[in-house]
């Protein structure tokens, strides 16, 4: 199992190490759709738009999340903690946003090109950052995080997000004869 990385440890050892490898990994999500799109161009509509639970969002929307957040919510905090003195920083239920955002009306090709965009131009956007600006703070529910520590959560929740995808592929029944796919 994965060791939890001390952000605050890893910033005070190698800040420079520390920022590259958050920006890298953050980024990582634009090649990473272009390798997920030879897997879900050919999924029935059933699969993309379809919700496991009444409640639960569909994998466009799923996709959609991670845009909208990327794209309406993640810069707007970089540039708050870059341009202004501990900015509180309100928290957001993207799931709820998107929920009712007509993800499910686009086709899957769009959404994610819509995706690699947006995590394109938010990871250009970190990587001009100075080193300085990196140690800047913001409160966040009542936790203060530096830019570390927000793209570092930023990373964890892409990574829930796209566990949660893979779960849905992983469980969808997709062979002729509707068992689902080998483990």
């Not at 910033?11 to 759709?33: H, K, M, N, S, W």
């Not at 994998?59 to 959609?64: N, P, R, T, V």
């Not at 999340?65 to 501990?86: G, N, Y």
């Amino acid at each position: 199992m994965e060791e939890t990385i001390d952000i605050a440890e890893a910033r005070a050892e190698d800040p420079e190490a520390l920022r590259d490898a958050l920006v890298d990994q953050f980024g990582y999500l634009v090649d990473e759709i272009t390798a997920l799109r030879t897997v879900v161009d050919g999924l029935p509509d059933e699969i993309l738009g379809g919700r496991p639970e009444p409640d639960a969002l569909t994998m466009k929307e799923l996709y959609g999340s991670i845009a909208t957040l990327d794209a309406e919510v993640r810069r707007t905090r970089v540039d708050r903690i870059v341009d202004e003195e501990e900015p509180d920083l309100a928290p957001v239920d993207v799931d709820a946003e998107v929920y009712d955002a007509g993800w499910n009306d686009r086709a899957i090709d769009d959404i994610l090109q819509e995706v690699k965009g947006a995590r394109r131009a938010l990871t250009e956007r970190l990587e001009t950052l100075p080193l300085d600006a990196w140690h800047r703070a913001a409160t966040l529910e009542d936790e203060t995080l530096t830019l570390f520590g927000l793209v570092h959560r930023m990373t964890k929740n892409d990574f829930q997000r796209l566990r949660d995808l893979g779960y849905r592929l992983h469980g969808a029944h997709l062979s002729e004869d509707d068992e689902p796919l080998p483990t």
